[in-house]
């Protein structure tokens, strides 16, 4: 079972970009959407393409391979070619700083 752990200070994920991050061996991203934090696995649940090399607009990313989109919100995919929701992570802010709970389901 996974806790918080720290994933980068608040300030290197600007309102309206993303943040990769490495924790436990895992490639994550760090969003900042509306004044909230996100994060999802960067991995496609099409063909595994990297998500963080997408383009974000509003609450939503494009996968960079085949154009398919997901909820930054909640890991949901919005659009074909994708059809499984990529894992979402627990976020938490504290003294400045990000925290995520991985997600192991
Ligand atoms: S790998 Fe992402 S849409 Fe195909």
Redesign the pocket.
């Known amino acids: 079972m996974s806790d918080f752990q720290l994933a980068c200070p608040a300030d290197e994920v600007p309102e309206g970009g993303m943040q990769l991050v490495e924790l436990d061996e895992r490639l994550v991203i760090l969003f900042h959407v509306d004044g909230q934090y996100y994060c999802l696995d960067d991995v496609?649940?099409?063909?595994?393409?990297p998500?963080s090399d997408g383009e974000l607009l509003g609450c939503e990313i494009a996968?960079?391979?085949?154009?398919?989109k997901f909820d930054v919100r909640n890991g949901e995919a919005l659009t074909m070619?994708?059809t499984q929701a990529t894992a979402a992570h627990e976020v938490k802010l504290d003294g400045g700083n990000i925290y995520v709970k991985i997600n192991d389901d």
């Open positions: 496609c649940t099409h063909d595994g393409g998500l996968c960079p391979r085949h154009g398919a070619p994708a």
